[in-house]
């Protein structure tokens, strides 16, 4: 069956960088994009975007353009998310989740990050 | 960008009640591009609805999705007790895709 099994929780500081893994089974990993979704406490659910394994391309959202990175490493079946110059507005749980056009079917555990001085 | 409104913010209802969920697209969004998840707590978000109004499976016949131009609806027939949570709609029709602001059911 499909799963995607997340990093564990982080804590930073501000102005610091976190990587989050999430590593795939129970399909063909480079034929489906790997989307990033987060949630922040109190608030709503947050597209951050999504990178297609088989060549690399990624779409962002605007409002993280330039801190955030996805990537994969398909020889582990692994999508990875960095977010750069973290803030308190970026404690949240980041989720993967498997693309493939309607809707979002198969979801990470999540990985909460904390960002605090 | 496509904004998703939903309403409203929070519905206090009993057990066994009906309860109708609405989420209205800023701009037109066909209907095959509307999705439906439910967040509870310590959980991931699950889908529920995608294309407006198909079911995932393994999904209880109490929910059902549907659509009128850029109104669209998820109806929970009759409130189980596991159905309290916050309910999401997304559309993924364009880029970025985007979620409404969600509502509490309680």
């Known amino acids: 069956q499909v799963r995607l099994v997340q990093s564990g929780s982080e804590m930073k500081k501000p102005g610091a960088s976190v990587r989050v893994s999430c590593q795939a089974s129970?399909?063909?990993?480079?034929?489906?994009?790997i989307c990033w979704i987060r949630h922040v406490p109190g608030q709503g659910l947050e597209w951050l975007g999504w990178?297609?394994?088989?060549?690399?391309?990624?779409n962002y959202a605007h409002i993280l353009q330039g801190r955030i990175t996805m990537t994969t490493d398909i020889s582990t079946a692994t999508a990875f998310l960095e977010l750069r110059s973290l803030r308190s507005g970026d404690t949240a749980i980041y989720y993967c989740?498997?693309?493939?056009?309607?809707?979002?079917?198969?979801w990470g555990q999540g990985t909460l990050v904390t960002v605090s001085s | 960008e496509m904004v998703l409104t939903q309403s409203p913010a929070t519905l206090s209802v009993s057990p066994g009640e009906r309860v109708t969920l609405s989420c209205r697209a800023s701009q037109s969004l066909s209907s095959s591009y509307l999705a439906w998840y439910q967040l509870r707590p310590g959980q991931a978000p699950r889908l529920l609805i995608y294309g407006a109004s198909n079911r995932v499976t393994g999904i209880s016949d109490r929910f059902s999705g549907s659509a009128s131009g850029t109104d669209f609806t998820l109806t929970i027939s009759s409130l189980e007790p596991e159905d309290f949570a916050i309910y999401y709609c997304q559309q993924y029709g364009s880029s970025p895709r985007t979620f409404g602001q969600g509502t509490r059911v309680e």
């Open positions: 990178i297609t394994p088989y060549n690399g391309n990624t």
């Open positions: 989740a498997r693309g493939g056009g309607a809707g979002y079917h198969f």
């Open positions: 129970g399909y063909t990993f480079d034929s489906y994009n």
